[in-house]
């Protein structure tokens, strides 16, 4: 694994709250024996205190990869460029990318930045009950043993779970249920940061709402969120800033409100475009292959506004907010 220099000094908003999370072109390959597959490509992006990301994007466009990079979860014949800085509060800053598996897993992982992975069955232990597993992580992380049964009745109810229902084996829960057991899980220890991917697979409609707005209330108590998400119904309800990513790259990245009202990325378009309480009319066409690229623009087939300088690439991915990597963007006097 690669990496590049550390940076400089944080990124701060108008408050000043420097970032808690700054990603810097971040860039994840998969080397296969033939081929190379560009996952994540340039990915930059900023999570601030009390701030909930969503990144939204079409299946295999890379959102996984990204959690997977930032928590040192990669497999061997991934190589990663980039920076990735974590300012957790009263701590000294790291860069998640250059600090070393040691550091990950005794600081980072589940301490400093928890992750609600995306296929619950295989994060979970499957010899021990739901309520073993929490408590040994409200244990790990500092809470007395009298306390943890309470504590993980009260994580349970939290994600919508009965109480009851911990004292199952991971095999004897639904994928719904699983999925709120692995959400406690990530919960327990309190992490300044929370990944959420696909936090809401497998639930029913109210159930989705009220993991939406347990991450929504973890970010309006001071914590932060980067939900990953393929449900823009999802991200609208709780987001304050949406990252779209397209074949590996951020295509925009804006405040939730204003990308939702006015999207300038003809992706980010279609895809809302697509949606039931819209037009109702899905993306023509298919998302390229990771290990066959074009220069220029990668949603060129896809684009009724392709032009011949759309084989060149757009602008470098974006970084401030009201930013589209596009040649044509649809917002009147958007930045190319
Ligand atoms: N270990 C690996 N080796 C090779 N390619 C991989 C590996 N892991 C992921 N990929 C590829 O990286 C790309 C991005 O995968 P990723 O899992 O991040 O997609 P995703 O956006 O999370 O999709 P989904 O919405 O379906 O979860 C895909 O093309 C995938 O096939
Ligand atoms: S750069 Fe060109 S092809 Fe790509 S999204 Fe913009 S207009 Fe469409
Ligand atoms: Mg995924």
Request: a neutral charge; aromatic letters at 2%.
């Amino acid at each position: 694994m690669t990496t590049a220099a550390p940076s400089t000094a944080p990124t701060t908003d108008s408050t000043h709250r420097p970032a808690l999370l700054e990603v810097d072109g971040l860039t994840v390959r998969f080397h296969l024996r033939d081929a190379v597959v560009h996952a994540v490509t340039d990915l930059s992006l900023l999570v601030r205190p009390g701030e909930l990301l969503a990144v939204v994007g079409e299946s295999g466009c890379g959102k996984s990869v990204l959690a997977h990079a930032l928590l040192g979860l990669l497999p061997g014949n991934a190589t990663v460029t980039g920076r990735a800085h974590l300012r957790p509060p009263g701590a000294a800053p790291l860069d998640l990318l250059d600090c070393g598996e040691r550091r990950l897993a005794r600081e980072v992982r589940g301490r400093l930045v928890g992750l609600v992975p995306q296929s619950p069955a295989t994060a979970l232990t499957p010899v021990r009950t739901g309520r073993r597993q929490v408590e040994e992580t409200l244990r790990a992380h500092g809470h007395p043993r009298r306390d943890a049964p309470v504590l993980a009745d009260r994580l349970a109810a939290e994600v919508g779970l009965d109480p009851a229902d911990l004292d199952h084996y991971p095999h004897e829960l639904s994928g719904g249920m699983a999925q709120r057991l692995v959400t406690a899980l990530a919960l327990a220890p309190d992490p300044p940061l929370l990944v959420a991917d696909e936090p809401t697979t497998g639930l029913d409609r109210p159930l989705v709402d009220h993991t939406l707005d347990l991450l929504r209330r973890r970010c309006d108590a001071g914590g932060a969120v980067l939900l990953i998400t393929h449900d823009l119904a999802a991200a609208q309800r709780v987001a304050d800033t949406v990252a779209v990513m397209y074949a590996s790259r951020v295509v925009e990245r804006r405040p939730a409100d204003a990308l939702y009202a006015a999207p300038a990325h003809p992706y980010t378009a279609g895809l809302l475009d697509a949606l039931p309480e819209r037009a109702f009319r899905p993306v023509p066409g298919h998302p390229p292959m990771l290990t066959a690229l074009p220069d220029g623009c990668a949603f060129a087939p896809r684009c009724d506004r392709a032009t011949d300088v759309c084989r060149t690439p757009p602008a470098p991915e974006p970084r401030g907010p009201g930013r589209v990597a596009c040649h044509h963007p649809l917002l009147p006097g958007a930045p190319a």
